[in-house]
């Protein structure tokens, strides 16, 4: 969107610029642009979204984090949590209130695999009370308000960690990341 909004400055300044008042830009779907100024038109323009800087890993990026199988209705396994959690670490609260996404690198997933998104009081659930699949690759959960809100520990969150449980099947969790920009 910040690309988006820089270009269609720059082609005002542009058409500003312009000796001509017939300078025009159109912005049509998908984030494209159509620009034309004295007869010539510049065909679309389109913004792709940026390559990350870095990952951040909360799980798998450090020497020793080998993958694990999360056992199923056992909440510590996927809870973050520094201490009550038996794998991954508390999520930092300006990683909450930024509403990152998790990206979870995923193998051996059996066909029934399934989990509950909750916190660890099993107070709120944040999958609409259904069940999500859990597939082979990059499996990826955006952190919401509502997540921050029940579970960021400072800044108004009620600390109450974020918590994947699987309820069927199972899988390995090779890395838990998100990305910065």
């Known amino acids: 969107m910040k690309n988006i909004i820089f270009m269609a400055l720059v082609m005002m300044g542009m058409c500003l610029l312009s000796a001509k008042a017939d300078a025009q830009m159109t912005v049509v779907k998908d984030g494209k642009v159509v620009?034309?100024?004295?007869?010539?038109?510049?065909?679309?323009?389109?913004?792709?979204?940026?390559?990350?800087?870095s990952r951040v890993y909360l799980y798998g990026g450090k020497e020793g984090e080998a993958p694990f199988r999360p056992g199923a209705w056992n909440a510590a396994d996927m809870r973050f949590s520094d201490n009550e959690g038996n794998y991954l670490p508390c999520i930092p609260s300006d990683v909450y209130w930024s509403f990152r996404t998790l990206i979870f690198?995923?193998?051996d997933a059996t066909e029934d695999c399934a989990g509950r998104i909750m916190n660890a009081w099993w107070a709120a659930r944040y999958d609409n009370n259904t069940d999500?699949?859990?597939?082979?690759g990059l499996w990826e959960l955006r952190l919401t308000p509502e997540i921050a809100k029940d579970c960021a520990r400072e800044n108004g969150?009620?600390?109450?960690?974020?918590?994947?449980?699987?309820?069927s099947g199972s899988c390995t969790i090779n890395a838990v990341y998100y990305e910065v920009y």
Do not use: A, C, H, W
Request: hydrophobic share 30%.
């Open 132 to 136: 999500v699949k859990f597939t082979n």
């Open 105 to 107: 690198d995923i193998s």
């Open 157 to 167: 969150g009620g600390g109450r960690d974020l918590d994947l449980m699987i309820t």
């Open 35 to 53: 620009y034309g100024l004295n007869g010539s038109t510049v065909d679309y323009v389109t913004f792709e979204k940026p390559q990350p800087k």
